[in-house]
């Protein structure tokens, strides 16, 4: 089956090619991949920060693809899904990948984004993927106070989560060349992007300090203090 | 009393929000948990409440069920806040939300309602339904969410009061502040969880009932299911988060010791339920990575025994440093004190 992971750097500010969240999806993937199945990355990314996480990626998937263009870093959760969505349909997926814990917007829409446009069906808050065939995945979630493993009929989109056992980043393995296809937002499948400021919200600062306390009492008196 | 309605769509497909009805709705998805409301469903129609007085808003509690609601269940919606309560009856919707499962019928009171708000409650469906239900809609998507009323603007002129939904930026550098009057499809968002509202509203309300039929294939298949022990994590309006290094006994007296709506956490084993949660307060001990605060309103401390430093560059509201020669169990029996006092402190 074809597994396409949507790597973070759509929306991460970190520097590093790969945060936290998106090592421990490749991890999710990696074990994908070692059962048979093929991974590709996609990522949205400037020319200049590609090679970076191509060079990350290279030990980790089978096939790694850019969607071009910085407008996405400053789009809604709706542009970005039907960006990504349309990159996906042309690359190819029975199962995508997403991972929401990380740095930065960790409950992000966008992973249910890509579903609706996918027309696929659309599970959160995924901890564990027990198996994956060409009757569907099999997964572990938890939802109402209850832990179920469920069968999910494919396509599916799968958002993530960090679960404990998990390693942060995938075993490594010996270092390969990987040559990254580039996917435009020009094309006009892709559609236009929309910047839907009102969607997005108002900017305002968040000005915030750190008061030291010396004791449980203080502790207290400061978590209550309007 | 109780009224029926026509059956939902089940296609899921989006409805028309060109046309809004004169008076604002606020709707909140009712989380049940053994056929009773979650703490944070009655906080979060409190908050609708708070809001609806000043916007002069209808507040919708909406349950996903396969019968009828108790009558107390009702009146405790009631008294919460709700003004009338719309129940979607269909086969499988007692089993927790899945938007595969439950989108549909969530969209058919959604487009019975035309909401200005869906407020979802911490902790439950809303981390399944909330993400789907914006997407369908074209809507805006706040979550975790803190609601913010603001009457020195003055009421706009079809009657709503400036009521905004707060929610962090990525990067949290910066809150987004997001006025559900400039958007002109739904807001959806997930509030915070926090401490029981007082009682808001009258426990005699109408209940709608809308019959949502036979749903059509889905594709989701149950294999297995079990109690989650971690249940309570994501419904906390407190949340204690351990460094695994303090112990096993550090944690198990601290879990001892919590009081109701507090939570204790293993950094490292519940970190998947942590990930659902969206606390008022986060109390992390120990060289503890604190996830991302929740919302703007939400507070962090860090405890940090014996010259411990947290990991990372995130820090929090509140720092305690705690001399090393205080045992560890001197200290979780202080930070339990604590916890009783914040939790008596914020009660209504």
Known sequence: MNVLVCLRVTARTSPAPLDAADAQVLARAGALRAGGHTVTALYSSTAAESETVATSLGPHVDRAVRVAGDELTSSDFHTIGQVLATAIRRIGADLVLAPVQGEDEPLSAAPASIARHLGARYLPLVEEIVGLDASGAEVSLRAGGIRRRIRVALPAVLATTPGPGLPAAPPAVPDRSLSVETVGLSDPEATVVRRRTELLGRPEPASRGTQTVNSAAELVAALTRP | ?348
């Not at chain 2, 009224?3 to 769509?9: E, G, I, L, T, V």
């Open chain 2, 1 to 348: 009393m109780i009224s029926r309605a026509s059956d939902a769509r089940p296609d899921g497909a989006g409805g028309d929000y060109t046309a809004r009805p004169p008076l604002p709705n606020l709707l909140v998805p009712i989380d049940l948990r053994d056929a009773a409301p979650t703490a944070p469903s009655l906080f979060a129609l409190s908050e609708g409440r708070r809001i609806a007085r000043a916007a002069g808003a209808t507040v919708y509690a909406i349950a996903l069920a396969e019968g009828e609601l108790a009558p107390e269940t009702v009146s405790r919606l009631g008294r919460a806040g709700a003004d009338k309560v719309l129940v979607c009856e269909g086969a499988g919707l007692d089993a927790p939300a899945l938007d595969a499962t439950h989108g549909a019928a969530l969209l058919a009171a959604v487009e019975r309602v035309s909401p200005l708000l869906v407020l979802f409650p911490a902790g439950g469906a809303g981390l399944s339904l909330g993400a789907s239900l914006a997407a369908r809609l074209g809507a805006a998507f706040a979550g975790p969410a803190d609601l913010e009323v603001t009457e020195g603007d003055g009421p706009l002129p079809d009657g709503v009061g400036r009521v905004f939904v707060r929610f962090w930026a990525a990067g949290r550098t910066s809150y987004r502040r997001l006025d559900p009057v400039d958007v002109e499809r739904p807001v959806v968002a997930i509030l915070a969880s926090s401490g029981p509202g007082g009682p808001a509203g009258d426990a005699d309300i109408d209940v709608d009932v809308i019959s949502c039929g036979p749903q059509p294939p889905h594709g989701i298949e149950p294999v297995a299911s079990e109690p989650d022990d971690g249940a309570q994590i994501p419904l906390a309006h407190a949340l204690v988060l351990v460094d695994p290094s303090l112990g096993p006994a550090f944690l198990a007296q601290l879990r001892a010791g919590a009081p109701a709506g507090v939570a204790v956490a293993d950094a490292a084993q519940d970190l998947a339920a942590v990930t659902a949660a969206a606390p008022e307060v986060l109390i992390c001990v120990g060289a503890v990575a604190a996830p991302p605060i929740a919302t703007p309103r939400a507070r962090v401390a860090l405890v940090l025994p014996g010259g411990a430093e947290p990991p990372g560059a995130r820090t929090g509201d509140v720092v305690w440093r705690v001399p090393s020669d205080v045992a560890p169990d001197a200290l979780a029996r202080q930070i339990g004190e604590a916890l009783t006092s914040l939790t008596r402190e914020r009660a209504p």
